[in-house]
């Protein structure tokens, strides 16, 4: 199977920005469409952001607000959710996703990497 790893979470105050990472363990990384989900304390887990294969199309939650930016560069295996002008709300685990083709499920999900916004 693939393995994901998610980076990058840790404490921000809130306005701030932080990058996270999720690095594959499949070579055939490219091949794949790559999602982020995250799940607050108390909530159920939630769509975040998704980038097809070549990054040509990428979709995001409303909450998004054009504050995050998904990306990836298949070259190092990793897909990217740039997330700025964080706010408290945005506080959870973010947990990067793959799955085989658009319209399928994630069969594939990393550990999860926590991301703390204080007020």
């Known amino acids: 199977q693939v393995q994901l790893v998610e980076s990058g979470g840790g404490l921000v105050q809130a306005g701030g920005s932080l990058r996270l990472s999720c690095a594959a363990s499949q070579r055939t990384f490219s091949t794949y469409v790559m999602g982020w989900f995250r799940q607050a304390p108390g909530k159920e887990r939630e769509f975040v952001a998704t980038i097809t294969r070549n990054g040509g199309i990428v979709t995001y939650a409303d909450f998004v607000k054009g504050r995050f930016t998904i990306s990836r560069d298949n070259a190092k295996n990793t897909v990217y959710l740039q997330m700025n002008s964080l706010q408290f709300d945005d506080t959870a685990v973010y947990y990067c996703?793959?799955?085989?083709?658009?319209?399928?499920?994630?069969?594939?999900w990393g550990q999860g990497t926590l991301v703390t916004v204080s007020e």
């Open positions: 996703c793959a799955a085989r083709r658009v319209g399928a499920q994630y069969d594939y």
